[in-house]
């Protein structure tokens, strides 16, 4: 049921805002490719990892650890 609820109740402007500089991709595999090519000998200081964003519900990379 929560599509139903983010159909009917949709991100907030804020919320938009916060995604709105970053680079958001449709799915984890087009998110992956891009760090593929970003980030080919996987440095520390480089986008290593996708996550989905509750936000935008897309996907955007970052090179921080996945929190537990």
């Known amino acids: ?28 595999p087009a998110a992956n490719e891009a760090i593929r090519r970003i980030n080919p ?3 520390k200081d480089k986008p290593n ?4 964003c509750p936000k935008c519900r897309g996907y955007h990379l970052t090179r921080s650890p996945k929190q537990q």
Do not use: G, I, Q
């Not at 805002?17 to 799915?27: G, H, T």
């Not at 990892?49 to 989905?52: F, G, I």
């Open 1 to 28: 049921m929560k599509w139903l609820f983010n159909l009917l109740f949709p991100t907030s402007a804020r919320d938009r805002k916060m995604c709105k500089d970053k680079v958001r991709f449709a799915n984890e």
């Open 41 to 43: 000998t996987r440095r």
């Open 49 to 52: 990892r996708a996550y989905k």
